[in-house]
């Protein structure tokens, strides 16, 4: 049996891929697609189409319903597979590594570029967990009427592409956005440890972190009109090599400024960050001043 994600998708053929295919073009029409209209998506002869099947079903990336509305219908990894076919064929990376990250939301795994530069690759899960969140912001249940998991979970992959390149051309320090496809972004990785793992920093390296994340935040708020929403110490990664530098990552849940939960948010985000670095690492700075020069109403940062 295939060990992990890379494996499984370098097992399968161009047949089985085409399958997954046909299934994944009729899954937004029903939650089991009818075993005729793949086999007509497919087209492959029935022996094969057996065949392939089988192998997906072993593998888990289709789940087969038995019955009067029998069908087969993507799991997961069956989307998985779909999204790095795509990467690998578009030359995005030419190898997946260690899953690095499950959290709630999506499975994080490292992957080499051709010119072997390290990237992650993120695909989202829009579990329940997700759809908890998203029915709190108005942003995502605009979209969200009469959904699926696959539409929600491609949607979700690309309000993360599209934040992460509107924050990037605006020159905040997030993760580069390299490609995205169906429920999965390709970013770069970025050389950091979580700030809830690091103990020690001098103080002024903690200041740094402090002043690069507010500026993260101000470039969001007042350039691309976002907030981030999520914030926390699980998703700030500093490099500590030389300089220390602070990135914001996981942005997928923003919400728009004018959004009448948008203050509150950002409320909540500069406060999280404050508290930390101030429990942790001693530095200090008013709450008030943090929130006015997030949001342009003060040039001078807090500290
Ligand atoms: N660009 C990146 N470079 C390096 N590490 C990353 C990158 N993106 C994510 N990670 C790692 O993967 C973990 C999970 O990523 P992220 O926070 O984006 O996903 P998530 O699904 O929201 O996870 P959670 O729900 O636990 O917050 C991060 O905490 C970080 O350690
Ligand atoms: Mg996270």
Redesign the pocket.
Known sequence: MPRNLWEVYNLLSDEEFRVLRAIERFQAKYEYVPAELVEKAAGLPPSKLAKAIYTLSNLKLIRRRLGNLSGYTLTYMGLDVLALRNFVARGVIKELGDK??V????D?YIALAPGDYRV?V?FHRAGRESFRKIRKHRSYALDLRATTWLALAKLVGEREFKALVALEREGAKV?EPIAWNRHAVV????E?V?LHMIRELRYEEAVKVLLDSLETLRIAYTRVGIVHGDLSE??I?VKVEGEVEAFI??WPQYVYKDEPNAEELLRRDVSYLLRFLKRRFGVEADLEEAIKYVKGDRDEPPI
């Open positions: 690095i990250g959290g709630k939301e999506g994080v992650v993120k993760p970013q770069r990785y970025v950091g979580e699980y998703n990664l990552i996981d």
